[in-house]
């Protein structure tokens, strides 16, 4: 069966580094999402992307996160430098095409600690 | 802005039981409604997904109905088991292709 990749899985920094993380969507999928999701909270968005642009970043710090697709397939979400306050499960979900039509699909996130 | 919101936070059913996982959202302007399950510290698992045409959908032992009107959608489980127990989110989308998500559902099935 097809499932999200998401890697590294956890993820433990000190405050001011830099930190990467990688989405590898469902084959085929070309609407990708990056989540974050706080404990105890619904996911939040922060970036969407259609093949490789950003449909929607409303949400996205960009003083600190940065998030590319460069070739609309897998996808990278960074955050430098990153904060206390940015520990969080990170998640990445795809979907065929756009949510008003289709499921969501999520990957099993990385877990961010900011000490 | 969408807001979701899901009543109760938690919830503790002894096995066997039914029981009703409750949605409510402000906007009824929805394309669809998605039902996700959350297992501590892991990623969403997709259950069901109705489309704003649709009244309801089932899966197994699951059933979830939509009233767009009102505003609200239910998630209904069948003779719970204690693998039920997990954190069900649900997720509505609307203009903009976002989704909005509600805080959840703690589930515990005593077995």
């Known amino acids: 069966e097809a499932e999200v990749a998401q890697s590294p899985r956890y993820k433990i920094t000190e405050k001011s580094q830099a930190v990467a993380f990688w989405c590898d969507p469902i084959?085929?999928?070309?609407?990708l999402y990056w989540y974050r999701q706080i404990l105890g909270q619904g996911p939040e968005l922060l970036v969407q992307f259609q093949d490789e642009s950003v449909v929607d970043d409303s949400q996205l710090p960009k003083d600190r996160f940065s998030a590319e697709r460069l070739k609309g397939v897998d996808s990278t979400l960074k955050i430098q430098p990153a904060e206390l306050g940015d520990s969080a499960m990170y998640l990445c979900?795809?979907?065929?095409?756009?949510?008003?039509?289709?499921?969501?699909?999520f990957g099993p996130g990385t877990r961010l600690t900011v000490l | 802005k969408q807001e979701v919101t899901q009543i109760p936070a938690a919830l503790s059913v002894p096995e066997g039981e039914n029981l009703v996982l409750n949605c409510s959202f402000t906007?009824?302007?929805?394309?669809?409604l998605q039902w996700f399950r959350q297992d501590p510290g892991k990623g969403l698992t997709s259950l069901l997904l109705i489309q704003s045409s649709q009244r309801e959908q089932t899966s197994g032992r699951l059933n979830a109905s939509l009233d767009k009107s009102s505003g609200r959608s239910t998630l209904y489980i069948a003779a719970s088991q204690p693998g039920d127990s997990a954190t069900y989110l649900c997720a509505v989308s609307r203009t903009g292709n976002q989704f909005y998500f509600g805080t959840g559902t703690s589930l515990t099935v005593i077995p």
């Open positions: 906007d009824s302007a929805i394309y669809n």
């Open positions: 084959s085929g999928h070309a609407t």
């Open positions: 979900a795809s979907s065929f095409r756009q949510v008003r039509y289709n499921e969501q699909f």
